[in-house]
């Protein structure tokens, strides 16, 4: 039985890591800013640095799930006139499927939280080795995540397109994600480029996560094994 709340525990855990890897740029405002500025963003769409990042912050909350609609987000542009950002009806319901995604994300997060932290509770109440078995199960789960990160970073690396098109496909039921530039702001904010960039970030807070994860359990297996790892691992088995 500490074995199998060990690793439910330890998969808890890797949904934390892939949840908070996803999270962080994406609502990173900093990220956003630095974006702009560098391929001139503003200029694009006609507007000021400053009027984009309030646009920028009020389309995260909506993300959130903390705004209720897009289209009360206005913002001047170059011409003089203060109007409705978000006005294509395509973009905006593209961002409802967005926005239940990334929800539904914050919802099996904070499950994954809550039963990780249950799950010790359990452990302790039963008196089971809890470090060691965590330790063990964790650095496991997470090797075998890692194994297939490589594989996937190789197939996304060999052609982004093709898998930016699966990602689609697998996580929207509509074509709506297909934007037009002349048609919608959202797409000229957040070019392929961004995309691109924001993937990279992704893999590389994975793969750090992951590596302290691994670099942890592996030190404390040692360390309470006096260098006999795999008898240690015998032991509380």
């Not at 807070?205 to 992951?210: A, P, V």
Request: charged letters at 15%; one cysteine or more; hydrophobic letters at 55%.
């Amino acid at each position: 039985m500490k074995w199998l709340m060990g690793y439910t525990a330890a998969f808890c855990v890797l949904l934390l890591i892939i949840a908070q890897s996803v999270f962080l740029p994406s609502f990173f405002l900093p990220y956003f800013s630095w974006h702009y500025e560098r391929r001139d963003i503003p200029a694009v769409i006609g507007t000021s640095h400053d009027e984009l990042m309030y646009v920028t912050s009020g389309l995260l909350e909506y993300m959130r799930g903390r705004r209720g609609d897009l289209e009360s987000i206005y913002a001047r542009f170059d011409d003089g006139e203060t109007r409705q950002f978000f006005t294509c009806p395509v973009e905006i319901i593209h961002m409802v499927d967005v926005m239940e995604l990334y929800v539904g994300g914050f919802m099996i997060r904070n499950i994954a939280f809550w039963l990780f932290g249950f799950l010790v509770f359990a452990m302790a109440f039963f008196k089971y080795p809890i470090l060691p078995v965590l330790a063990q199960c964790c650095r496991e789960v997470v090797v075998g995540f890692l194994i297939l990160l490589v594989i996937l970073a190789a197939v996304v690396a060999w052609d982004f397109d093709s898998a930016f098109v699966m990602f689609h496909l697998i996580f929207f039921s509509n074509d709506y994600w297909m934007l037009e530039p002349a048609h919608s702001y959202l797409i000229n904010m957040v070019p392929i480029e961004f995309f691109v960039e924001v993937s990279v970030i992704v893999g590389l807070l994975l793969l750090l996560f992951s590596s302290v994860i691994i670099a942890l359990g592996t030190w404390y297996l040692r360390s309470i094994g006096s260098g006999d790892e795999t008898h240690t691992v015998a032991k509380f088995r």
